[in-house]
């Protein structure tokens, strides 16, 4: 809402199948609007002569298929104008979707195969654009009534909520182009690490309980089955990356592979396929106008991802502060954590570690600014096995009076008493 100051507006013409990219300042937000013609942003339509506002060190492009005039103020990073984008093949793909849609949803409900839609998995290295190439796929399907699911199996920054977790949601509309994803009611499994090589183990199961949760869900609802899935992977494509992928297609059945800017990984996923009668790999081209984010750039927008979380996109949202007796939440880890010494096991076992052992942790300093789930076990033996509710980030702990101090997104109790802790920290700025 709200108009901008005239001095600072530009104007910018976009001949067709064109796109304005831009990088929003770190520091002011910018406001941007559709002047006349029609546009989209990562596949969801701007509505026309709407003043939108987009936070700080956003990156988006302006895309119109039949040519637009935008208007926006001076809050940018850089803007610039692509007649060169790799649409035409996106929206190709999204075509063949769509007739996949179709066919799956014309035949009969009882046939579990033909009535599945495409399962769509988008595979490349970090900075290819996999994350929005599926968040264009998703409003695309949207705005033709398809509800999808989008599965992200991205634990480095986390489109669904906070990084560490892997996650699913039905996309009922386009993607809101500020907002991202909704965040009603995702299904939510908690990893704990923003690296996957800290426990594979768990990662893998975790994957497992996700698509066999998905599968169920499927089973009852014959309109998100015909829909199908679009998943977001990692960039991690190298090595156990690459075993993680092919676990990953395996476990979803994708039956489309995406493989965005990586010769090397779409030729050996070509490969796998051969065995797979049912599973096409397709090259796209990566858009020139995606950016690269360093490490520390990462690192910054999993900080800002998890205070968006509690706080809201423009702190719209108000966490409680909560105080509780230590003895109130039972914390535990998943795997890991320090090895009992060889002497205090029996004879001949091995001091390694269970990857996916559950031990209770004990309330002390360590808890300070960690970010915690809240599972929705009801004994700590199915936590593994469990969803998670939401977060809790700790922000004291009082080793006296033994109180923990912690911040939730509301105020009463937690759905549970079982939290899990893995190394995800947070400093609130
Ligand atoms: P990946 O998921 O492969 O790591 P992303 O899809 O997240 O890559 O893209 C990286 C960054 O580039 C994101 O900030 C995204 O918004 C931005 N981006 C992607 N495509 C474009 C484009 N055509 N123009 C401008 N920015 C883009």
């Not at 546009?39 to 701007?46: C, D, K, M, P």
């Not at 093949?89 to 999204?94: D, E, I, K, Q, T």
């Not at 790999?281 to 990566?286: D, N, P, S």
Request: proline share 6%; aromatic share 8%; with cysteine.
């Amino acid at each position: 809402g709200g108009s901008a100051s005239a001095s600072s507006i530009k104007q910018v013409k976009l001949e067709r199948e064109s796109e304005l990219r831009i990088e929003v300042g770190n520091e002011t937000p910018l406001k941007l609007r559709l002047l006349n013609g029609s546009a989209e942003i990562f596949g969801s339509e701007l509505a026309p002569e709407t003043w939108l506002t987009f936070p700080p060190r956003v990156k988006i492009a302006v895309f119109t298929w039949y040519g637009a005039t935008i208007e926006m103020d001076d809050a940018t990073e850089t803007d610039y104008t692509a007649d060169e984008t790799p649409m035409v093949s996106y929206v190709n793909v999204h075509a063949v979707l769509e007739g996949r849609r179709n066919r799956a949803k014309a035949s009969s409900p009882n046939d579990s195969e033909e009535s599945q839609g495409p399962r769509v998995i988008v595979v490349g290295p970090t900075d290819s654009g996999k994350s929005t190439l599926s968040r264009m796929l998703l409003s695309w399907a949207a705005k033709q009534g398809w509800k999808p699911t989008f599965v992200d199996l991205d634990i480095g920054q986390g489109s669904i909520t906070v990084p560490g977790c892997i996650a699913a949601t039905p996309i009922e509309l386009p993607i809101d182009p500020v907002e991202g994803i909704p965040l009603e009611m995702p299904l939510v499994y908690f990893y704990g690490h923003t690296t996957p090589s800290n426990n594979v183990d768990l990662y893998k199961t975790l994957v497992n309980e996700l698509a066999q949760m998905l599968e169920t869900q499927f089973a009852r609802n014959a309109e998100s089955r015909a829909a199908g899935m679009v998943i977001n992977t990692m960039g991690w494509i190298e090595g156990t990356g690459y075993e993680l992928l092919l676990h990953a297609i395996d476990t979803f059945k994708a039956n489309v592979v995406l493989v965005l800017g990586q010769e090397k990984l779409f030729s050996m996923l070509k490969a796998v396929a051969k065995s797979k009668p049912n599973v096409d790999v397709v090259k796209l081209q990566k858009s020139g106008g995606v950016v690269s984010r360093n490490a520390k750039f990462r690192q910054k927008a999993r900080g800002h991802r998890i205070r968006e979380y509690f706080y809201g996109l423009g702190n719209d949202l108000s966490p409680h502060s909560n105080i509780a007796n230590f003895s109130d939440l039972l914390v535990y880890r998943i795997g890991g954590g320090p090895q009992a010494p060889r002497s205090a096991l029996p004879i001949g076992a091995d001091p390694v570690s269970n990857p996916l052992r559950v031990t209770p942790v004990n309330v002390d300093r360590d808890l300070l600014h960690m970010v915690l789930a809240v599972s929705y076990a009801k004994e700590p033996d199915q936590i593994l096995s469990s969803n998670v509710a939401g977060f809790i980030y700790i922000t004291d702990i009082d080793i006296q009076r033994k109180k923990i101090t912690y911040l939730a997104p509301s105020a009463g109790e937690l759905p549970s008493k079982y939290l899990i802790m893995g190394t995800l920290t947070w400093l609130e700025t």
